[in-house]
């Protein structure tokens, strides 16, 4: 159905094999399908009190800088799947959304060379997206979410998005349950908002379970990160994700537990829900974060939080097209290291209410 797209690992595969979604060329013995999809938004607040933005790579957005933001949601991207033969595939996926620098430079988020070795073991080498939560493989494909932006809530305790290295996954059954464990070694680097990092001696491990309508995620990955000026900091993250769809309605719940022996304990979940009427998908979304900051940060206060309440709708109007209309009421109470807001103010407050309105048009080509 169009209105119920499917989120596998590639991110993409819910159109990939469609003929108004990709192109496909000949390659010897294989074959090249080239993908793209991208979003174009904007989003709007009367707070003047700090910039909201997606993410922590995100450097302005909406709010002191603008009331009318359109580089928080905009991206656009492609990507190139190529079946190589006797077992050997690549992917290479490079997305164009703000970073870091405030522009929109591409960046490549997906690069590997996997081999098949066995009908239910592949071995990949090259850039892989961590899935620490459950929609973390299609997070920039807008079309494949239920809602404009996974919540902010859920990404902050972990900059580090992707690994160079290796990881091995295995496919098997138990009884009615696909299980794809996954296995991951390697390191990351990159450049957030308020400076660059780099993250070594990572290491990840998960098992995706499919069942039915139903698809749940666990894992466990530990690296050691450094930021300028700052010693390196051990950073252990478990998590654990729950989902599923049904042509009627849709729910999922992502939870993680961080523990950074810098910044401290961070406790972060959302729940979504939304039902379907044909092309029309109405759904409400609740997050929440909560820090209990080190000693070591040297901070004036020992804790802080965000939640977010949102509502919104989902409209299918076209093949491969989607508009959704999304309203948000975050309460912020951490000025330390803020969630969502970047650019604060010295009229901020702990405890400040921001109301938000996100407007985009999702689509894959």
Known sequence: MKNRPKITALALACWAGTASCAHALSLGDGAVQISG????GVVH?????????????????AGHTRSVAANVDSKLGAQLDADLGRGFAAVVQVVS???????????????????????????????????????ADSQYVG?????????????????????DGLDVSY???????????????GRSHGRIAI???????????????????????????????????????????????????????FVSLDTQHADDAIQGKINSWYANAGLRFGEISPYVTYARTRIRFSPDLGADVNSGSQTTVGMGVRWNFAANMAFKLQFDQIRNRNLVSPTSFTRIQPTATSGDQINLVSMVVDFIF
Not at 37 to 40: E, N, P, R
């Open 37 to 40: 999809f991208g979003t174009l």
């Open 45 to 61: 607040t009367g707070y003047k009190d700090a910039d909201f933005v997606a993410n922590s790579f995100e450097v302005s957005g």
């Open 97 to 135: 959304r703000q970073n870091a620098h405030g522009n929109f430079k591409p960046a490549i988020e997906w690069a590997n060379l996997s081999y098949e070795a066995a009908s239910n073991l592949t071995l990949r080498v090259g850039r892989t997206v961590l899935p620490t939560y459950m929609r």
């Open 143 to 163: 079309y494949t979410l239920p809602f404009v932006r996974i919540p902010g809530e859920i990404g902050y305790a972990n900059p580090v998005t992707n690994s």
């Open 171 to 185: 496919r098997v059954q138990s009884g009615g349950v696909k299980h794809n464990l996954q296995v991951m070694a």
């Open 195 to 249: 400076s660059t990092f780099e993250a070594s001696k990572l290491l990840a491990a998960f098992d995706t379970m499919e069942w039915g309508e139903n698809s749940a995620r666990v894992g466990y990955s530990t690296s050691t990160y450094r930021l300028p000026g700052l010693p390196k900091s051990d950073l252990n993250i478990f998590s654990l994700g729950l989902m599923r769809e049904t042509d009627r309605y």
